[in-house]
Each structure stands twice: as C-alpha cells, then as structure tokens.
C-alpha cells in the first residue's frame, strides 16, 4: 500500500489531517480600547505619585542649596551644596541628640504599645465575656480623640507630679494613641487565626501560655510587625504633646529641635537648615518602609479573605 492510498483511506474514513483542520476565531477585544485604559491607569498611578512626592522632592532640593540660593525655583540645586546639613550636625542645634530622644521616645512607646496590644488583642478574639463589643468599640473611640485636647489637662497634672522635661511626659500620652490604634489592628488580625491550632497544640500537653507563645503568636508575627511600624512612625513624628511638655533642649525631639531652628538675626527663618533636618528625619522612615513593605502589606491584608 503506498503513501497514497493511507492517505485516500483517511479522506474516506472521515479523519482530516492536522494541517486541513479549520482554525477557530476567537472573538478578541479590541486592542485600541485596552491600551487606553492602560495608559489611563498608569497616568493616573503617575499623577497620585508625583502629588505625594512632589513636597518631599521640594525639601530635598531645597535643602542642597546654599542660604544664598534658597529662594531659587529650578529643579536642581545649582550649584549643589551641603552647607545646610553640616549645619544641621554643627552642635550649636543639638540635633543628634534630639535625634536619639526620638528613638527612644518611639521605641520605648512601640515595645509597650505592643506587649499591652498583644495581650488585650489575645483576650479580645480568643476570650467569650459580655460587653466585649463595647470594650473594643470605647478603645479605638479614645484614639480619636485630637492631641491637642488632652494637652492642658496632661500638662496640670505632670506639672503637678514633676514629669515635665521627661521622657515620660511624652511616652505615656503617646500610649494611649498607639495602644487603640495596635488592639484594633492586632483584634482583627487574631480574629481570622484559626482556633484549632491552639487547641491541637493544648492536646500535645502544652498550655494556655504555651499554646499562644508558641503557636498563636509567630502566626500573628505579619500583624504584630504592620502594627510596630504604624506605632514606630505616629511616636517619630509626634509634636504637639512633645512641644507642651517639654522645653529642655536635651530632652526634645527631632520634630521640636526642627520647629526652634533660629537664623543669625532675630527675624531670620533658616529655611535651608530646616529643610535639611526635615530630610533627614524623613528619609530613615522611608528607607523602613520600602524595606519592610511586603510585611507591611500582609499584615495590613491578613484576615481580608479565609
């Protein structure tokens, strides 16, 4: 039988070739329409990215002037200088130090933030007793409370008990914006954890304590993370309370050593030196959180979908 004969023998049979077989169209959407949308959504991300970033571009430019050029609307600092920041650091501000006070202002108000959010957040999500709404619900209302009205009543009573120009006139009151803000978050995270993990771990011989140091809370490490760095950044950049309470020079904070910054006459603002502190307070948060964005994420999105 020859090659042509298989071939008539296929045609008779009803089988087609591979290469006869017809091509199926599939409808497509034009390409016009999905491009503009593309273009649309992408202009848009641009457009919300410049206004966000259009300020911190500003005082970053502005602060690698010269104070004879401060005022200058270009671009680019020309020519390029770091005498504000040289300034900054000259000792006569004090500026390192009010960084270190920072640091231990927000840290001190994170670690405790956390410890005491952790532990109410447990007893929220995982504990049945009445009123639990309600208790959760006076929480996050405290934090709405604005800053400044809880100054005067704040400053009688530590100028009573002699906690002003101390670093816990501004720990405490930091406290209780920070603790609202890490129960909420940290309540809504334990809430999609499943209990069955904790009760197979009560099972295997370990306790209550154990079951939730063990099990529950490297499980909750995402929101216990997104949290520390919500609270890190509302203490480093706190101001209001930290300029009512203290006027110590050593106990100040970056954003109050920014705020006193003089010129060299009276009624000269040292825009340059200001613009340059402001940077630099800026930048280490902004290094963080492009650092530690994906957990950031996670955190905040855990518990959206089970």
């Keep these: 039988m020859t090659i042509s004969d298989l071939r008539n023998a296929a045609t008779d049979s009803g089988a087609v070739a591979p290469d006869a077989r017809t091509a199926v169209v599939r409808p497509q959407k034009p390409k016009a329409q999905r491009t503009w949308r593309s273009y649309s959504v992408y202009a848009g991300l641009a457009l919300i990215f410049a206004y966000c970033l259009a300020p911190f571009y500003w005082m970053l430019v502005s602060s690698l002037r010269r104070?004879?050029?401060?005022?200058?609307?270009?671009?680019?600092?020309?020519?390029?200088?770091?005498?504000?920041y040289t300034k900054?650091?000259?000792?006569?501000?004090?500026?390192?130090?009010?960084?270190?006070?920072?640091?231990?202002?927000?840290?001190?108000?994170?670690?405790?933030?956390l410890v005491l959010g952790v532990s109410a957040a447990y007893a929220i999500s995982r504990l049945d007793f009445r009123f639990k709404s309600v208790i959760l619900g006076v929480i996050i209302a405290t934090s709405m409370f604005p800053g400044i009205s809880v100054v005067v009543p704040l400053l009688r009573l530590f100028t009573d008990i002699g906690w002003i120009n101390t670093y816990q006139a501004m720990i405490v009151p930091n406290l209780s914006f920070a603790i609202?803000?890490?129960?909420?978050?940290?309540?809504?995270?334990?809430?999609?954890?499943?209990?069955?993990?904790?009760?197979?771990?009560?099972?295997?011989?370990?306790?209550?304590?154990?079951?939730?140091?063990k099990v529950l809370l490297p499980l909750a490490a995402p929101g216990v993370f997104t949290t520390a760095?919500?609270?890190?950044?509302?203490?480093w950049n706190e101001f209001i309370i930290a300029l009512s309470m203290v006027n110590d020079p050593k106990i100040q904070t970056a954003t109050v050593a920014i705020s006193k910054f003089t010129g060299a006459t009276e009624f000269q603002a040292p825009f340059g030196e200001q613009m340059a502190a402001g940077v630099i307070v800026t930048v280490p948060l902004v290094i963080m959180v492009l650092i530690f964005q994906r957990r950031i994420v996670e955190g905040l999105t855990a518990g959206a979908s089970k």
Aim: proline share 5%.
């Design 67 to 84: 104070t004879a050029d401060i005022f200058d609307n270009t671009l680019l600092p020309a020519p390029f200088s770091l005498e504000n």
């Design 88 to 113: 900054v650091f000259d000792g006569s501000t004090m500026f390192g130090q009010a960084l270190l006070n920072s640091l231990i202002v927000a840290g001190t108000t994170t670690t405790f933030a």
């Design 180 to 213: 609202p803000l890490a129960v909420w978050n940290l309540t809504t995270f334990m809430k999609a954890l499943p209990f069955d993990l904790e009760e197979a771990a009560m099972i295997d011989g370990c306790t209550k304590w154990q079951a939730f140091r």
């Design 229 to 235: 760095i919500l609270t890190f950044i509302h203490s």
